[in-house]
């Protein structure tokens, strides 16, 4: 005999207190990443020009940073990672992976990323810009440069890139190709293997 004929409000509470639970579980998930600041996805129409349309994903319990540029075979993603301070580009076209170092001189903080990214591109100056130089040689271990960047480039040509500090476009004779970063932020990749 079922336990719900012998009390039907048995049953009742039971079912009761089973929802309870599920609709507590559901609010504690959807609660947790609005309190905890865990990350922040911007991606509107005011970071949009001629190169494309860019999000910025930030992950404040991992201090990493995800920017995409959605340009078609144009398009190339970028995540800093704050803990490794080393940061990567990868060129969809090119089928290339690039890392350097952050300069966090130039580079903003985690949480100036976060609200310079929600902000309109205001008029004024042009963005701050970094100029590297890609090393020919590919990079055999990429664990060196932390899991974020790891997991992003496995499996694709990786290069590493050295900051000419203080370098200009107009005197450099290689080929480079130039990334915005919203309009904060001009990040030129030069070298040979620019070229390819």
Same mark, same amino acid.
């Given at each position: 005999?079922?336990?719900?004929?012998?009390?039907?409000?048995?049953?009742? #509470?039971?079912?009761? %207190?089973?929802?309870?639970?599920?609709?507590?579980?559901?609010?504690?998930?959807?609660?947790?990443?609005?309190?905890?600041?865990?990350?922040?996805?911007?991606?509107?129409?005011?970071?949009?020009? !001629?190169?494309? $349309?860019?999000?910025?994903?930030?992950?404040?319990?991992?201090?990493?940073?995800?920017?995409?540029?959605?340009? #078609?075979? !144009?398009?190339?993603?970028?995540?800093?990672?704050?803990?490794?301070?080393?940061?990567?580009? $990868?060129?969809? $076209?090119?089928?290339?992976?690039?890392?350097?170092?952050?300069?966090?001189?130039? %580079?903003?903080? =985690?949480?100036?990323?976060?609200?310079?990214?929600?902000?309109?591109?205001?008029?004024?100056?042009?963005?701050? #810009? =970094? %100029?590297? @130089?890609?090393?020919?040689?590919?990079? !055999? !271990? =990429?664990? $060196?440069? #932390?899991?974020?960047?790891?997991?992003?480039?496995?499996?694709?040509? @990786?290069?590493?890139?050295?900051?000419?500090?203080?370098?200009? =476009?107009?005197?450099?004779?290689?080929?480079?190709?130039?990334?915005?970063?919203?309009?904060?932020?001009?990040?030129?990749?030069?070298?040979?293997? %620019?070229?390819?």
């Amino acid at each position: 005999m079922s336990p719900c004929l012998s009390s039907p409000l048995h049953c009742f #509470g039971e079912a009761k %207190m089973k929802f309870t639970i599920v609709f507590a579980g559901l609010l504690g998930i959807s609660l947790v990443p609005a309190f905890s600041g865990y990350s922040i996805n911007v991606n509107d129409n005011s970071n949009s020009d !001629d190169s494309g $349309r860019q999000s910025v994903s930030i992950n404040n319990a991992h201090n990493v940073a995800n920017v995409d540029n959605n340009n #078609g075979w !144009d398009s190339w993603n970028s995540i800093w990672d704050y803990n490794s301070n080393f940061a990567a580009i $990868r060129l969809f $076209r090119k089928k290339m992976c690039v890392v350097h170092r952050m300069n966090k001189e130039v %580079m903003p903080s =985690l949480q100036a990323l976060g609200a310079l990214a929600k902000q309109k591109r205001p008029e004024g100056p042009p963005p701050k #810009g =970094l %100029m590297y @130089t890609v090393n020919s040689d590919r990079v !055999d !271990d =990429l664990d $060196r440069f #932390g899991k974020p960047i790891s997991v992003m480039c496995k499996g694709i040509p @990786t290069y590493v890139a050295e900051e000419n500090e203080g370098a200009s =476009l107009f005197v450099f004779s290689e080929k480079c190709a130039n990334f915005d970063v919203l309009w904060i932020l001009n990040i030129s990749l030069c070298g040979g293997r %620019m070229e390819d």
